[in-house]
């Protein structure tokens, strides 16, 4: 049997927007006004704010075969129970259609489909389980809105669905939104006060990039307190952590915004100022190039691990 669009929507998470048209079922991560604001800054930036980043399936089924159809997106990744089974890739997405036999023991079983986290988004032409098959959406525990750069966006992470963000959000068994857009910065522009998202808990992470594009010391502190001020404003009487950027292997520069350490120094100012709770990047990832993929910036699969378990052993004290 094949889905409704209204079905498939029950049983998808991480959107913030969704229709559908002639080319398929879509999902976005970010509204309009965000996409908007994101591409007035330059092309790309709008282009990764379209990325269906953290955009799954997640469901619950007796069907014994899952198939889908792809009309737009190169790479899905498949979890059968919480293990990482297929990793399905299309060239160029159009009219691609794929299936996996679920051979597990046991009347239902829980399958996650994890749409691609970067390049074109992934639009899906249909969902199809056998006839007569149950699917109930998987029940989550808490809700966790993430936003920030490329390394939310688990840019590198070699799987997209094993970036930070997506791991925490398993550990947790948390429904998250991953508004993670390569390239971007603290500005007010990029957050709509507007979203329809109601989470238990905000996490955002910038500072990394903003060394390199804000334009002085000044403009970066104003920027980083304009945006703190609009996510402590939509989301009162949530938690809400603030990271400071990661450790950089090219820190030693000096920038408009000043050296890296003086704009990580200011982002955590800016985060305490503001009564958020502040988690220190420097804390989450090892300062060995070993663990990043471009030996400087972007985490790799083992660097993203261990950013992921640093991170839950801090908001474990919030969370549970």
Known sequence: ?????????????????????????????????????????WEGLGNNAKATTGIRLDFHTSSKRFAFGVASGRRFELYINGTFREIYKAQDGEGTEFSYDINEAGEENRVTLYFPAHDTPGVLSYVELDDGATVVPHKFDCKIFFIGDSITQGWNSTYDSLSYANRVSDFFNADSVIQGVGGAFFHPSIFDDAIDYDPDFVIFAFGTNDWGIQKSHDELRANAAAF??????????????????????????????GYFVDVCKTVKEEIVKHGVTLIDGETLTPHMTDFFSDLYLHPNGLGFGVYAENLCKQLKEYIW
């Open 228 to 257: 703190i001020e609009a996510i402590t404003k939509k989301f009162a009487g949530k938690k809400i952590f603030g990271l400071s950027p990661i450790w950089r292997g090219n820190s030693g520069e000096l920038k408009p915004a």
């Open 1 to 41: 049997m094949r889905l409704s669009f209204e079905e498939v929507k029950s049983i998808t998470f991480g959107f913030v927007h969704s229709f559908e048209d002639a080319n398929g079922m879509h999902f976005a991560k970010c509204t309009d006004k965000q996409v908007a604001a994101f591409a007035s800054f």
